[in-house]
């Protein structure tokens, strides 16, 4: 096969005619010139799009509204966005909805934005460590959605698969599926739930490339993997950063085209949570 038919099957172009110097001709008409189409191609190649910002507020600024819908990563404490939920404090965004499998504690994570009344609804499983979060609910203050653990992971997993809603068997005839649509399969009965798109995405991965591909470590990638995609924006705070091509692509957790931007954080409190329990 010679040169100007190879090109012509890479296009696919099917009884076409191939020009002197590779250029497609069709119907009369000459289309983009063979090689310029390799040059500009190899170009994009060249200069990846670096995604790093300066600082956790810079990597805001721009993004955050208020009453918009956060999907926070992180399990308790641990694989969690410390210095993007800071910042996000320090925004002064009000009315938001939160949604992440914990509410922090007091003084860490997300109990910095309960502190100062940032959210307005929380979207959970698990909020058992935090007396202010326990205040606000108990006084009213605060709209809270409990959801099974595992079926959150799911809504934001779906969510970012582009799934609008699906059926499990989490929490049938309990309040969990009050209001919902049920249905019979196999002899069982399935709860409706809705999948979560938020607005932005916060999450912390353990390295990164400039273009956002991110690796997470060990337990602390929990919920971060399902934040990531479930955000029509998502930021990423990174131990490590790392150069284009340091990172193996078996090993890359999510890929960079969901992420948007980048903060580097080398220094995480990285807090361990103690249960104490009376003999």
């Known amino acids: 096969m010679n040169e100007s038919a190879a090109g012509q099957r890479s296009l696919g172009l099917k009884g076409s005619a191939v020009a002197p110097g590779g250029s497609a001709i069709m119907g009369g008409e000459q289309t983009l010139d063979l090689k310029d189409q390799q040059m500009a191609s190899n170009d994009v190649k060249k200069q990846p799009r670096d995604k790093r910002y300066p600082s956790a507020h810079e990597a805001l600024a721009g993004l955050v509204a208020d009453g918009q819908t956060i999907a926070v990563g992180g399990f308790g404490l641990c694989g969690i966005p410390e210095l993007l939920i800071e910042a996000l404090r320090d925004s002064g965004v009000r009315n938001l909805t939160a949604v992440s499998n914990n ?21 959970s499983s698990y909020v058992g460590e935090n ?3 326990e205040r606000q609910y108990l006084a009213g203050e605060l709209e809270v959605e409990f959801t ?6 799911e809504k934001l997993r779906a969510g970012g698969a582009g ?12 309040q969990v599926a009050e ?10 009965m399935y709860v409706m739930e809705h999948s979560i798109r938020a607005d932005v995405a916060l999450v912390k991965a353990w390295k990164a490339d400039p273009s956002g591909n991110l690796v997470f470590r060990k337990t602390a990638r929990n919920f971060n993997p399902m934040a990531a995609t479930a955000g029509k924006v998502c930021i990423a705070e990174v131990e490590i950063m790392v150069g284009i091509g340091d990172l ?32």
């Not at 994570?109 to 940032?118: A, I, K």
């Not at 209001?179 to 069982?188: I, M, S, Y």
């Not at 193996?248 to 249960?275: A, F, L, W």
């Open 103 to 123: 509410a922090g504690i007091d003084g860490a994570g997300l109990g910095l934005l309960l502190e100062t009344r940032q959210i307005r609804k929380m979207v």
């Open 131 to 133: 007396r202010e979060f």
């Open 148 to 153: 099974p653990q595992g079926t959150l992971a």
């Open 163 to 174: 799934i609008p809603a699906f059926f499990t068997r989490t929490g049938y005839g309990t």
């Open 179 to 188: 209001g919902k649509e049920t249905r019979e399969f196999d002899g069982h």
């Open 248 to 279: 193996d692509p078996d090993q890359v957790h999510t890929p960079g085209i969901y992420v948007d931007r980048i903060v580097h954080n080398p220094n995480p409190s990285k807090r361990i949570e103690q249960r104490t329990v009376r003999a």
